[in-house]
């Protein structure tokens, strides 16, 4: 298993946090569009990103990732 980020958890995240997408691109100094980008699973944010965008949604990085077993991260790459 490996863990990788989780666009669906973001979402989650930042919903419970009662931010909306256009703050927390402020927050993080990236676009609204780059948010719903990495919220829709398109883009995986950069590392300092990720920490950013957990800060501000009061969480620890490991709440924005999922497990996912090695044949499906390959199936995905080849996709």
Known sequence: MTRH???A???????AAGVSIELLAVIISRSA???LEY????VT??????????DAL???VEDLLEERDAAQSESERAA
């Open 5 to 7: 980020f989780s666009g």
């Open 9 to 15: 958890r973001l979402r989650a995240s930042r919903k």
């Open 33 to 35: 569009y780059s948010v």
């Open 39 to 42: 919220e829709r699973g398109r």
């Open 45 to 54: 944010p950069p590392i300092d990103v990720l920490a950013a965008i957990a």
């Open 58 to 60: 009061g969480r620890k």
